[in-house]
Nanobody, 119 residues
Framework: QVQLAESGGGWVQAGDSLRLSCAAS????????MGWFRQAPGKERELVVV????????YYLDSVKGRFTISRDNAKNTLYLQINSLKPEDTAVYYC????????????WGQGTQVTVSS
């Protein structure tokens, strides 16, 4: 199975942009559904957006629609999350995760990358 490693987080000011990357090892990246989750301090982890292996995208948080864009490059085994117009409430650890198509839960996780947005 793949292993995942996120990068691209940092400390930014409100209104800035970041691009998070999730690099996957293994040759079967293209067969996995991929998702970005985030966990803010003191809160439960929440699903932000999913990019399935067949190419469909679904955003799960109204607060990120229009500001967050998910993409994937199967040739580079990499998942991306472009985040624009960052807000302090976007502060969280961002995780990428993977699952095989019909599996109900995400079972492969990266270590996370911290995004901190100051006002």
């Amino acid at each position: 199975q793949v292993q995942l490693a996120e990068s691209g987080g940092g400390w930014v000011q409100a209104g800035d942009s970041l691009r998070l990357s999730c690099a996957a090892s293994g040759r079967t990246f293209g067969t996995y559904d991929m998702g970005w989750f985030r966990q803010a301090p003191g809160k439960e982890r929440e699903l932000v957006v999913v990019y399935t292996w067949i190419g469909s995208v679904q955003y799960y948080l109204d607060s990120v629609k229009g500001r967050f864009t998910i993409s994937r490059d199967n040739a580079k085994n990499t998942l991306y999350l472009q985040i624009n117009s960052l807000k302090p409430e976007d502060t969280a650890v961002y995780y990428c995760a993977a699952k095989v198509g019909l599996t109900p839960t995400y079972h492969i996780w990266g270590q996370g990358t911290q995004v901190t947005v100051s006002s």
